[in-house]
């Protein structure tokens, strides 16, 4: 199994996050590669098994949330959907968003937005800040157990 994992981050956690849910995908066997939503290689998730597509919440912190560097995010998935718009027809996929307070609506937010891609959202955890290990192995063990059926 191949999965990539693409974050927006402004501040490090998001990013940090990505990367411990490839340490945590690695020590399971499974292959990993990150990247920001800025530097994303299309032919890498068009050969992936499954896309993680991750952000941090952004907000007024207990209202208004919704996930941050949106534009990014979209131009992102626009490149990933490709000229014909069917890229990431059926990808497997899964969300996450890191947060301080409460994240609201963010991960809904992110997934409609992969859905609206195309991407076929499987899986979705907001992930606090300050429990970033324990979320990433929470995240990882939810997909490995989808990827056992
Ligand atoms: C401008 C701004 C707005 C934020 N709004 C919220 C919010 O509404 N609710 C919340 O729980 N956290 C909020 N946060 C906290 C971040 O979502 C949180 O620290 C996140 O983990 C940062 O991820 P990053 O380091 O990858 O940028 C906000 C942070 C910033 C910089």
Known sequence: MDVVVVYESKTGTTRRAALAMGDELFTRGIRCTTYPASGVDPAAVAAADLLIVGTWTDGL???????????????????????????????????????????????????????????????????????????????VGAIADLSSV
């Open 61 to 139: 912190f207990a209202v208004g949330q919704r996930p941050g560097g949106r534009k990014r995010l979209a131009q992102m998935l626009n490149t990933l959907a490709g000229p014909d718009g069917d890229g990431l027809k059926g990808k497997k996929c899964a969300v996450y968003c890191t947060y301080a307070v409460t994240p609201g609506g963010t991960l809904r937010k992110l997934d409609d937005m992969v859905a609206g891609a195309g991407g076929d959202v499987v899986a979705g955890l907001a992930m606090r800040r300050d429990t970033i290990a324990d979320g990433a192995q929470r995240l």
